[in-house]
């Protein structure tokens, strides 16, 4: 049975060209759901997989020979390209300079961001890790700082409607059914920060995208893991700041966004989407001196 997704509910089909197929079995070691194996040396198609062929693409990438074609679940042969070559790859000290010179940047100078730099950061992000393909990550991308705008203070109308929920007569009496965590962020973060975002949008400031002149949100399907959108955004930040942009995640909007479906209905968001994160990006109007080394809450080797 084919793992279903927002795009497609069948099975991808593989063809063997067995003219140049060696039988060495890499594609056999590489198939997690069995779909290929081997049979007294042989490469076949197994009858009983353990779901069918999700579209992977690793039997074909794997291949020495180009013996394998894949098609269906939004697959073709034309989506294998060249492998870059071991020179071309960025090594463990460039990558590592560009990840802790990296700042979360909120403050930009007053200029677009080049189509260019956007198609950019979206073929980045979109080479990333998907969960089970085809990517059921969408992205909503604000190209200029009037649409980044139009949604911020669109959003903060919305969500401002749901601020008796946040009441501390509402909170007060949801506390005994609430966690911990959960309470102390509603009434130590949300609660502030709702009353900012009215007091700065009576002033005509938006303080939660920022006038960014590029904004991006990622989003999932009912279908994909809660984790997807963040994993495509991270490589859109990264592949910004290898272009000289400055970026930041926002997370504060998606938590909201999932229960409001007017605002959701007018972008095309999927109405079973509830994950995502906002990204904005821009020329960077500062320049920081100092990277910042971080740790973690903990790490424990077992």
């Given at each position: 049975?084919?793992?279903?997704?927002?795009?497609?509910?069948?099975?991808a089909?593989?063809?063997?060209?067995y003219?140049?197929?060696?039988n060495c079995?890499?594609?056999a070691?590489?198939?997690?759901?069995?779909?290929?194996?081997?049979?007294s040396?042989v490469?076949i198609?197994?009858?009983?997989?353990?779901f069918?062929c999700?579209g992977c693409?690793q039997c074909?990438?794997?291949?020495p020979?180009?013996s394998?074609?894949?098609?269906g679940r939004e697959?073709?042969?034309e989506?294998f390209?060249k492998?870059?070559a071991?020179?071309?790859r960025?090594?463990?000290?460039?990558?590592?300079?560009?990840?802790l010179s990296?700042?979360s940047?909120?403050?930009?100078?007053?200029?677009?961001?080049?189509?260019?730099?956007t198609?950019k950061?979206?073929?980045?992000?979109?080479?990333?890790p998907?969960?089970i393909p085809?990517?059921?990550?969408?992205v909503l991308v604000f190209?200029?700082?009037n649409?980044?705008?139009?949604?911020?203070?669109?959003?903060?109308?919305?969500?401002?409607?749901?601020?008796?929920?946040f009441?501390?007569?509402?909170?007060?009496?949801?506390?005994?059914?609430?966690?911990?965590?959960?309470?102390?962020?509603?009434?130590?973060?949300?609660v502030?920060?709702?009353?900012?975002?009215?007091?700065s949008?009576?002033e005509n400031?938006?303080?939660l995208?920022?006038?960014?002149?590029l904004?991006?949100?990622?989003?999932n399907?009912?279908?994909?893991?809660?984790?997807?959108?963040?994993i495509p955004?991270?490589?859109?930040?990264?592949?910004a700041?290898s272009?000289?942009l400055?970026?930041?995640?926002?997370?504060?909007?998606?938590?909201?966004l999932?229960?409001?479906?007017?605002?959701?209905?007018?972008?095309g968001l999927?109405?079973?989407?509830k994950?995502?994160i906002?990204?904005i990006?821009?020329?960077?109007?500062?320049k920081?001196?100092k990277?910042?080394k971080r740790?973690?809450?903990k790490?424990?080797?077992?």
């Amino acid at each position: 049975m084919p793992i279903p997704t927002s795009r497609t509910n069948e099975i991808a089909h593989l063809i063997i060209d067995y003219h140049t197929c060696k039988n060495c079995g890499l594609c056999a070691e590489v198939c997690k759901d069995f779909t290929l194996v081997m049979e007294s040396g042989v490469l076949i198609v197994n009858d009983h997989p353990l779901f069918g062929c999700m579209g992977c693409g690793q039997c074909a990438a794997v291949c020495p020979n180009g013996s394998i074609m894949v098609h269906g679940r939004e697959m073709s042969a034309e989506d294998f390209i060249k492998q870059p070559a071991r020179n071309e790859r960025a090594g463990y000290d460039g990558l590592y300079s560009l990840m802790l010179s990296r700042r979360s940047i909120r403050d930009f100078r007053d200029k677009p961001v080049e189509s260019e730099m956007t198609d950019k950061i979206l073929q980045a992000a979109v080479s990333s890790p998907m969960g089970i393909p085809p990517s059921d990550v969408g992205v909503l991308v604000f190209n200029s700082k009037n649409k980044v705008r139009k949604f911020s203070f669109e959003f903060i109308e919305a969500v401002l409607k749901m601020r008796t929920y946040f009441s501390p007569l509402v909170l007060g009496l949801m506390k005994p059914f609430m966690k911990k965590e959960n309470y102390e962020l509603s009434r130590d973060f949300i609660v502030p920060m709702l009353d900012f975002f009215r007091k700065s949008k009576a002033e005509n400031k938006n303080y939660l995208l920022y006038d960014a002149p590029l904004a991006m949100y990622f989003y999932n399907s009912g279908y994909a893991d809660t984790a997807d959108p963040f994993i495509p955004a991270t490589y859109a930040m990264l592949a910004a700041h290898s272009m000289g942009l400055g970026s930041c995640m926002i997370g504060s909007i998606a938590p909201f966004l999932k229960y409001i479906k007017p605002l959701k209905k007018k972008y095309g968001l999927p109405a079973s989407s509830k994950d995502g994160i906002f990204l904005i990006f821009g020329h960077p109007k500062y320049k920081y001196q100092k990277a910042i080394k971080r740790s973690f809450a903990k790490v424990d080797f077992v």
